[in-house]
């Protein structure tokens, strides 16, 4: 299913937070109050949800409990929901000063926030590279092997076939006739 609308942080809000409201009000419910048997504490309500405004204002509730869908993949029956909220969640972190995250270059997923500063892969890609390269140094190592086993068993180093212990008097412990005489 393709996206017919923009990918703004009050789209993701609207698709996805369950504090905005049909008519683009906020219900206030602050995300630390989210805990299992925690009564739901409200903030002062504004009136109005803070990403509709002109310059978009930081939200608690929407970076701890919105944002993160981001990362989630896509579901089957709509396989670009995922591409469409990392593009949301980089609108917001534009708009609001907050540096956009980086992408893997393999799956082109978000990098976790405690990566190193000059990591290019997420962690599961970079555990995929990492035997994937294992394994071709291995069977280079094998073939270089096998070669090399293969072409010393056929003739020893330093002899001659004529002169050295593969002629047929070197087997039969005759003398070997040199051909200068």
Known sequence: MARKCKATQLAFAKHDCANHGADGSCLGIVSDSLAPGEAKVKARRPVRCILSEETPRRCGYFEKCVLPLANWPSPKDDPTLQSWRLRARDTYRKATGRRPGRKCRDCGGPMPSD??????????????????????????????????????????HGTRPEEGHFSEAATKGLPVANSAD
């Open 115 to 156: 990566a190193k500063p000059n990591a290019l892969y997420c962690a599961p890609c970079a555990r995929k590279r990492y035997a994937a390269a294992h394994r071709k140094a291995q069977s280079n190592y094998r073939q270089t092997r096998a070669k090399r086993d293969k072409s010393t068993a056929a003739k020893p």
